[in-house]
């Protein structure tokens, strides 16, 4: 049974080790520990505990009576640790997990859960071995609007889903990809980290869409086939390996098995999401709030409380109360999984072929995806065909 309330509370706050505290990430999952009485922060750790962002955020958690240590191994020792919110780069999500649940702690990993569908299991076996709760932190799916839309789509408002289109467009500048050295790599330290813009931005929107798409309760995600799918890399900077731009089309395996037009890039100068779901009796849009639409008006919107912190606290304490209850998480391990797959999947799709573009092509990039949208083919299959294609 998964809970879906925003403020349910446990029998004692979990106690937790946030592994990783340096980058983007670290620093909002510590002001959710501090504020949100369901948890405390018992420990963190990071290896480069002399950076000054590091510092900053250590000095938080000693100052919450949390213990600072050296590394993940050391911290998973502390019997004082019940759970653990990992936030290191890709590659070492299921080195770290596993290790995590080994000791005995339940996990909250960041996402993507891991970038190779193999890894993604032997995290989901080390969970089940455990006994203990696995949960990606993926803070949209946790939003009003997105539950609340998701639940009108299944009540029957748009009819049957014959179509989605997933826009996922972002902004990175060349200096992005110099910030850390697993940025935009495919490999790290022999282990996959694959971080394109699919595993790394448009994740968060590819899991949604497959989330919205899918019958039955939370968190069930949808398994996509017949994918196809081109990939390119616009921008120059010599950091990044892999794709900045990715093009799907594919069919998801639910009931209505509706078809999936898919764009993501990180070179839009407009920064903007959109999940638009054509059902044979309406259509429904999720772009950061929800919306259904009759005769192309907004017909219902579905808000957000707390528009950027509801969502985060609700995959926290839907984490919290699996440990204390045995619910099921709203991001659980066994079924994010899927999102891996898919993406994983559209790799293999392209052959592993990412092809270099002129940047002075993403001036262009809006038109060309409005292409992909109306006539539902890749780049090289577009009439007028991008030169860059
Ligand atoms: N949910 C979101 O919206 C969101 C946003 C940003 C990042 N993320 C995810 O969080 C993860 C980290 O991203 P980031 O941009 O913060 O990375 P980062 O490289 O900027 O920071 C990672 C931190 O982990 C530390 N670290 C590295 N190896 C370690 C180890 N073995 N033991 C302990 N600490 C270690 C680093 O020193 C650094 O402080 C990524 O997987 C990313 O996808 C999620």
């Known amino acids: 049974m998964t809970d879906t309330g925003l403020n349910p509370r446990v029998s004692s706050p979990i106690r937790m080790g946030q592994i990783g505290l340096g980058g983007g990430i670290a620093p909002m999952h510590l002001t959710e520990m501090e504020k949100n009485p369901n948890f405390q922060v018992a420990a963190a750790c990071d290896i480069r505990l002399d950076d000054p962002n590091v ?67 032997m995290m989901l076996e080390a969970q089940k071995a455990s006994g203990r709760v696995g949960a990606v932190q993926m803070q949209h799916v946790g939003r009003s609007s997105m539950l609340e839309l998701r639940k009108a789509i299944h009540g029957g408002a748009i009819g049957k889903i014959r179509e989605i289109f997933l826009s996922s467009l972002w902004w990175r500048e060349e200096s992005y990809y110099n910030r850390a ?19 790394n931005q448009a994740v968060h929107f590819i899991n949604q869409a497959l989330i919205l798409a899918s019958p039955g309760d939370l968190p069930a995600v949808a398994h996509a086939e017949n994918i196809r799918t081109a990939l390119y890399r616009f921008h120059d900077s010599p950091a990044l390996e892999m794709e900045d731009t990715a093009i799907t089309q594919a069919t998801l395996t ?16 407009q920064e903007r999401h959109m999940i638009e779901i054509l059902g044979d009796a309406g259509r429904a849009i999720w772009n950061g709030m ?76 809006t038109a060309v995806f409005g292409q992909i949208a109306r006539q539902r083919a890749l780049p090289t299959e577009l009439n007028p065909r991008p030169q860059w294609a």
């Open 181 to 199: 050295a697993w940025a935009g790599k495919k490999m790290m330290e022999g282990q996959w980290n694959l971080d394109g813009v699919m595993f």
């Open 55 to 121: 510092a900053k955020q250590a000095a938080r958690v000693t100052a919450a009576g949390g213990k600072i240590y050296p590394d993940y191994q050391t911290l998973l020792q502390d019997p004082a640790v019940e759970a653990v919110c990992i936030a290191v780069p890709h590659f070492l999500h299921r080195q770290v997990t596993v290790a995590a649940f080994k000791a005995g702690k339940h996990v909250l990993c960041e996402k993507p859960m891991a970038t190779h569908p193999d890894e993604c299991r």
């Open 254 to 269: 639910t009931p209505d098995r509706p078809r999936l037009t898919m764009v993501a890039t990180t070179c839009s100068r």
């Open 290 to 365: 929800g919306y259904l639409l009759s005769h192309g008006q907004p017909s219902t919107e579905f808000h957000d409380d707390a528009r950027d912190f509801e969502g985060n606290m609700r995959t926290f304490n839907s984490f919290a109360l699996a440990i204390r209850t045995g619910s099921t998480p709203i991001t659980d391990f066994s079924q994010i999984i899927k999102t891996t797959d898919f993406i994983f999947s559209c790799y293999q799709a392209a052959a592993w072929n990412i092809k270099k573009a002129p940047w002075a092509a993403t001036e262009n990039l």
